[in-house]
Structure formats: structure tokens, C-alpha cells
């Protein structure tokens, strides 16, 4: 059986400066109102306390500027981990983070430069102030029990556009065939990703693959950045596709794409592969 979270894992927060609280074991669920946590910490030995008795556990986030970014499953996850591969700079970050196995993907742990605010992308969620996020030791009621995965830092972060891609933050896939949780993911899927010396360039690949050259017969009004030509993803007759020459971003006005594409997400759906996969292949 296991034990739930353990006092070293709420002290070593504790040490950083951030407020731990304590949730009953399996559950979620806060033992006691823990609003005031978001601006002062508990005591050590509040900790010793709370954590004597098997409890799971959760980080109050905002406290201290803590900003945890959620990736919900491992593909979005081990995407985002080939594009901070593309700068030295991301690549220390997503190194350096301190890193928690959740049930379905990854905790990546920073410190915001201000106040972090909670924001909600698809597949991603970013949980600043007010929110609580489960820590190592805490066990999920599936009995998955949350582990440190990697990195013992908190980087500084002044922008979310510093380690997360623009096109994380607006397009979704909801049609996208079904995604690896992380334990479906081998070792060796996410050492590849560590120690693959094949560097990908996404400006590059950007700068390779226009929207307006990957679809046919895309009228750009003169003067304008705005292109229109037949949607490649339903029979269209009027042309109802929609091209954003200037952002590179793309959408059927009928309804076939639920948020903008981009190059690489135009690439995936029109060759039936992941954005990972794309990504892999337009590097090529
Ligand atoms: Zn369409």
C-alpha cells in the first residue's frame, strides 16, 4: 500500500517557498478551507502534522508566483518537449522545470515574473493564482500514484510565449485520432526526444511549408493578406476556405476546423498524422 504524500516532498516545497496543503488520500479534495495558504505558508510544523497521516496533497499555486503548466496527456507533452528542443534557452527550461507524472501527462513547474493567471488551452492548462495542482505521493483515485518525473528548478518566466508555441495556444484537434497517456509512451519515445540530434527547426519548416502553396487555386485579394480557395476537407463549390497569408493561420468558415490551423496542424490533417508526426516529416 501506499503511504500518500511524504513530509520530505511537502518540506522540500516548503524550503522553496511555496505552501503545501493537505487533501484527503485518493481524492482531491482540500481537508479545510485553504484560501488564506495563497499568501502566507504554513508552518513546518503545521506540515509535520498534516502529513503524518496518510493524506494526498496539493500545491497552492499563485503563492510565491508558482505557475504550473498541465499538459493533459503525453502526446501534447512530448510535443511540446520537441519544440523546446528548437532554442538552447527552452531546452534548459523544459530540463530544469521540476516535472510531476500525472495520471494522463505532465506538471511542469515555473515561477511567473507577475502574478500568473489560470488560462485554459487545448490540452493545456496553466494554473496560476487560485489554483491548486496534486503533488508526488498523492494517489489518484484510479490508484495512480503522481511521481517526480525530472528537474528540481522553478525557472522565471516573463511571458508564456517564452515556452509555450503560438500554435499550442490557439488550435485544437478534437478529430485527432486518440492520444498516448504517458504509460503507453515507452522510455524509449521520451529518451529519443531527449537525446535526438536531429534538430528541429519549426521557424524553418514555417518558412518552408506556406498555407498559401499547400492548397490549390488560393485567390488572395490584391493589397490584402487574406486568401480564399475551396475547403480540401469537405465538397465544397463556393470556396469557403479562409487563408491568413500574413499570421500563416487557415480555417474552413463551414465549420471543418474547429479552431485555426497552422502550417503544421494544415500538414497533419491533410496527410492524416499527428502534429508530432508532420513536424517529423516536414523536418526531413
Ligand atoms: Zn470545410
Known amino acids: 500500500m501506499t503511504k500518500g504524500v511524504q513530509i520530505h516532498t511537502a518540506l522540500w516545497f516548503f524550503n522553496h517557498g511555496f505552501s503545501v496543503i493537505p487533501q484527503y488520500i485518493h481524492t482531491k479534495t482540500p481537508k479545510f478551507r485553504w484560501g488564506k495558504y495563497q499568501t502566507q505558508r504554513p508552518t513546518e510544523n503545521e506540515l509535520r502534522r498534516w502529513f503524518s497521516i496518510p493524506s494526498n496533497g496539493a500545491i497552492v499555486c499563485g503563492a510565491n508566483n508558482l505557475m504550473v503548466i498541465d499538459f493533459d496527456d503525453a502526446s501534447m507533452f512530448t510535443e511540446w518537449l520537441m519544440w523546446t528542443n528548437m532554442t538552447p534557452k527552452t531546452r534548459f527550461i523544459a530540463n530544469s522545470a521540476y516535472k510531476v507524472r500525472t495520471a494522463r501527462g505532465v506538471h511542469v513547474y515555473t515561477r511567473s515574473a507577475s502574478k500568473p493567471r489560470n488560462l485554459h488551452y487545448p490540452g493545456i492548462d496553466i494554473k496560476g493564482f487560485g489554483g491548486l495542482v496534486t503533488i508526488p505521493g498523492s494517489i489518484h483515485p484510479s490508484g495512480f500514484v503522481y511521481t517526480e518525473y525530472g528537474g528540481t528548478d522553478f525557472p522565471i518566466i516573463s511571458d508564456l510565449s517564452e515556452i509555450l508555441?503560438?500554435?499550442?495556444?490557439?488550435?485544437?484537434?478534437?478529430?485527432?485520432?486518440?492520444?498516448?497517456?504517458?504509460?503507453?509512451?515507452?522510455?524509449?519515445?521520451?529518451?529519443?526526444?531527449?537525446?535526438?540530434?536531429?534538430?528541429?527547426?519549426?521557424?524553418?519548416?514555417?518558412?518552408?511549408?506556406?498555407?498559401?502553396?499547400?492548397?490549390?487555386?488560393?485567390?488572395?485579394?490584391?493589397?490584402?493578406?487574406?486568401?480564399?480557395?475551396?475547403?480540401?476537407f469537405h465538397d465544397d463549390n463556393s470556396p469557403s476556405f479562409w487563408v491568413d497569408t500574413a499570421k500563416q493561420l487557415c480555417g474552413c468558415f463551414s465549420g471543418c476546423t474547429s479552431a485555426p490551423l497552422d502550417a503544421i496542424n494544415l500538414y497533419a490533417r491533410l496527410h492524416g498524422l499527428s502534429n508530432t508526426e508532420a513536424i517529423k516529416e516536414m523536418g526531413k
Not at 497517456?181 to 535526438?196: C, F, R, W
Not at 498555407?211 to 488560393?218: A, G
Request: glycine share 2%.
Open 165 to 232: 508555441p503560438s500554435w499550442m495556444m490557439i488550435t485544437s484537434e478534437p478529430e485527432k485520432p486518440q492520444r498516448k497517456t504517458i504509460d503507453q509512451l515507452s522510455a524509449a519515445d521520451i529518451l529519443n526526444m531527449d537525446t535526438d540530434n536531429t534538430f528541429v527547426d519549426l521557424e524553418l519548416i514555417k518558412r518552408n511549408y506556406r498555407i498559401e502553396n499547400m492548397l490549390q487555386d488560393v485567390i488572395i485579394d490584391s493589397g490584402s493578406h487574406w486568401g480564399l480557395t475551396r475547403c480540401p
